[in-house]
């Protein structure tokens, strides 16, 4: 299955894809727990190495995605890395200046929301949608939240694909040559979006009235035997980080 998006589509293909959602939770909020608990060094550069070496190894996360993927969030991460690192000081007059202080701060910023967004794609680039809100169920997490997740995620997917089409369709005809042709095509890709989103919900509320929606939209849910030698695994990985970033840290 293939729905246009990388880290969805890399879920699906992934030879995790059939784990126990479990065993994915536990390894990736290992890491994740590690990384924010523990000192920075090298708590942080442990994790942050594990979780590369389990997305492009054992996982099979292609190079390309897992750059895509963590494009953004890395950005977000160094612009706040960049801010903490210079401060404002008024002993002389106002003046930017980079301490011992902000440069620990801004690092042990970097090397956290690093390893913390490689960590979580340990579970979001080897588990899709279907099989989290599957789980969720199994924990008895009311009906009416899980629907809710459910029936986001599918018109975002829907929205972004129809903003996609509708940015093709522009450029294609030229809609985007200069200034003036790049702002009337935004506005009109602007409007068209809210009229087509609009659309889209109606119909697929009329959709489910059609099918008799009743407050519950189940899906399938095979169950999945758990790995004990994958839980050992994870758990020893876990530990050995922690147990290495107590005794650098000087804990």
């Known amino acids: 299955m293939t729905t246009g998006f990388p880290l969805d589509d890399a879920a699906w293909a992934s030879p995790w894809r059939h784990r126990a959602v479990g065993e994915k939770l536990l390894l990736s909020g290992g890491l994740l727990a590690v990384t924010v608990s523990l000192p920075a060094w090298p708590g942080s550069v442990l994790a942050a190495a594990t979780a590369l070496v389990v997305l492009l190894g054992p996982a099979r996360v292609a190079p390309g995605v897992l750059a895509r993927v963590v494009a953004a ?3 977000f991460i160094v612009v706040g890395a960049l801010s903490v690192l210079v401060s404002l000081q008024w002993e002389a007059g106002p003046a930017l200046a980079v ?3 902000t ?3 801004a690092l042990s910023l970097l090397g956290r929301g690093t390893a913390g967004t490689l960590g979580v794609l340990v579970i979001a680039a080897t588990t899709p949608m ?3 809100l599957g789980a969720l169920r199994r924990l008895r997490v009311p ?3 899980i629907d809710v997740a459910a ?4 018109l975002v997917l829907v929205l972004f694909a129809t903003l996609f089409q509708m940015g093709e369709a522009q450029a294609a005809r030229l809609g985007y040559r200069d200034r003036r042709t790049t702002l009337r ?3 009109a890709l602007g409007a068209g979006l809210l009229l087509r989103s609009w659309d889209r919900a109606r119909r697929l509320e009329e959709g489910l009235a059609g099918r008799g929606y009743s407050g519950s939209l189940p899906s399938l849910d095979p169950t999945r035997r758990t790995s004990v030698p994958f839980v050992a ?3 020893a990985t876990v530990g050995v980080i922690a147990v290495t970033s107590l005794v650098a840290g000087g804990w």
């Open 233 to 235: 695994t994870s758990l």
């Open 73 to 75: 969030p890395l950005a």
């Open 103 to 105: 440069r620990r701060t």
């Open 143 to 145: 009906e009416a939240c």
């Open 99 to 101: 301490t011992d202080e």
């Open 151 to 154: 029936l986001v995620y599918r």
């Open 130 to 132: 279907v099989d989290l």
């Open 185 to 187: 095509s935004s506005a």
